[in-house]
């Protein structure tokens, strides 16, 4: 639970790294290495079976404008060299539990393969689709899938003994649990995180100059819809063309309405007295 806790952090340190370790090998200084290339990524969180989440991710070495073609010096074998450097510098210094300090590292199963014109899963041609298709793979693969855990944050410890979960997940999700009710611990919110086995991050995130963004995405989203729920232009010379329907909604007043109408009305005889303040 600690592991996963810290697992986000653990990649931002390493994502830090990575540029020191391109930039050095490139003989740049890192303010110097922003000219002439950039590094962007986008990468997955994944579950395995025991609980634990670790990274997939497509990581590009460009020119500096990010569109742009990188530098003669920026080769596959460059950067292959830096990602195993970066991450096995990368780590964090977690909390002391119990008298005994952790530490938090990438372990030793790193594999890295390069992405050349060619996919790399079955010879097909390397197309944008293709490396979309591969992050979506381990992107649907959620803790509820790889474990058995929750879609949801839990209000009480005592939910657990009614939910169908596996004996393995219901411990992890206890463990987190009993270790977000410590003082120092706190900081980590692992009670509101316990359904996730108190892994705090996104399931996908990228650097900000990887693809397209975000915000781009969700309005190309509305835009789709919207064009699929607006009704079908065909006009010729005696088409009429339907830009909206109308429906009839009633006539009069409503109940509510006629009530207070009437109760507004002047009591028979009462109509000419005068009236006071």
Same mark, same amino acid.
């Given at each position: 639970m !600690?592991?996963?806790?810290?697992?986000?952090?653990?990649w931002?340190?390493?994502?830090i790294?990575?540029?020191?370790?391109?930039?050095?090998?490139?003989?740049?200084?890192? +303010?110097?290495? =922003?000219? #002439?290339?950039?590094?962007?990524?986008?990468? *997955?969180a /994944?579950?395995q079976?025991?609980?634990?989440?670790h990274?997939?991710?497509?990581?590009?070495?460009?020119?500096?404008?990010? $569109?742009t073609?990188?530098?003669?010096?920026?080769?596959?074998?460059?950067?292959?060299?830096?990602?195993?450097t970066?991450?096995?510098?990368?780590?964090?210094?977690?909390?002391?539990?119990?008298?005994?300090?952790?530490? @938090?590292?990438?372990? +030793?199963?790193?594999?890295v393969?390069?992405?050349?014109?060619? $996919?790399?899963?079955? %010879?097909?041609?390397?197309?944008?689709?293709?490396?979309?298709?591969?992050?979506?793979?381990?992107?649907?693969?959620?803790? /509820?899938?790889?474990?058995?855990?929750?879609?949801?944050?839990?209000? @009480?410890?005592?939910?657990?003994?009614?939910?169908?979960?596996? $004996?393995?997940?219901? +411990?992890?999700i206890?463990?987190?649990?009993?270790?977000g009710?410590?003082?120092?611990?706190?900081h980590? +919110?692992?009670?509101a995180?316990?359904?996730? !086995?108190?892994?705090?991050?996104?399931?996908?995130?990228?650097? =900000?100059?990887?693809?397209?963004?975000?915000?781009?995405?969700? $309005?190309?989203?509305?835009?789709?819809?919207?064009?699929?729920?607006?009704p079908? *232009?065909?006009?010729?010379?005696?088409?009429?063309? *339907?830009?909206? #329907?109308? *429906?009839?909604? %009633?006539? %009069?007043l409503?109940?509510?309405?006629?009530?207070?109408?009437?109760s !507004?009305?002047?009591?028979? %005889?009462? /109509?000419?007295?005068?009236? #006071?303040?």
């Amino acid at each position: 639970m !600690l592991w996963n806790a810290h697992a986000g952090i653990l990649w931002r340190r390493f994502s830090i790294y990575l540029r020191r370790e391109v930039a050095k090998r490139a003989g740049l200084t890192q +303010r110097a290495f =922003r000219r #002439h290339a950039r590094i962007s990524f986008a990468k *997955v969180a /994944e579950y395995q079976k025991r609980g634990a989440v670790h990274f997939h991710a497509v990581i590009r070495l460009d020119g500096p404008e990010g $569109d742009t073609p990188p530098p003669a010096w920026a080769t596959a074998e460059l950067l292959t060299d830096a990602i195993r450097t970066a991450a096995a510098k990368a780590r964090v210094c977690g909390p002391v539990v119990d008298g005994r300090a952790h530490t @938090f590292t990438f372990g +030793r199963q790193l594999d890295v393969r390069t992405i050349r014109s060619a $996919d790399f899963t079955g %010879g097909q041609e390397l197309t944008e689709r293709a490396v979309a298709a591969y992050i979506a793979k381990y992107a649907t693969k959620g803790a /509820e899938t790889a474990t058995g855990a929750l879609d949801r944050p839990l209000k @009480f410890a005592a939910e657990l003994a009614q939910l169908d979960i596996s $004996d393995h997940a219901r +411990r992890l999700i206890r463990t987190a649990w009993t270790l977000g009710a410590r003082k120092d611990l706190k900081h980590l +919110r692992l009670r509101a995180w316990a359904h996730m !086995l108190g892994f705090r991050g996104h399931f996908s995130t990228k650097s =900000r100059h990887y693809s397209t963004t975000l915000g781009a995405l969700r $309005d190309a989203r509305a835009a789709w819809r919207r064009a699929q729920a607006a009704p079908p *232009v065909t006009q010729d010379g005696e088409t009429t063309l *339907v830009l909206a #329907h109308w *429906v009839f909604a %009633g006539t %009069g007043l409503s109940h509510a309405e006629a009530w207070l109408a009437a109760s !507004l009305e002047p009591a028979p %005889g009462t /109509e000419g007295e005068p009236t #006071h303040g």
